[in-house]
């Protein structure tokens, strides 16, 4: 039960957390800093793109780790359910 609950704090709570405070901005200043020489005002959109596309790749890999889990579970459910 207690590894259940701290799998639910980390994909539900500090993963996505992480995510949207620190991964998703930190990627968008890394490319505006390295792209803004070469492409001077276009590089803050195109920084914001990028930061779009990890959070979108974060959104998917976090709907793939929800849907595994929740099959898990309700497999384990099954088996106590069979077991009864």
Known sequence: MAKSIINIIFFGLILPWLFIVIVAPYSAYLALSNLKEYLGPYAQIVSY?????????????WYKITIRYVQKMLAVYKEKEKKS
């Open 49 to 61: 793109i990028i930061a779009l596309a990890i959070f979108a790749g974060f959104l998917l890999l």
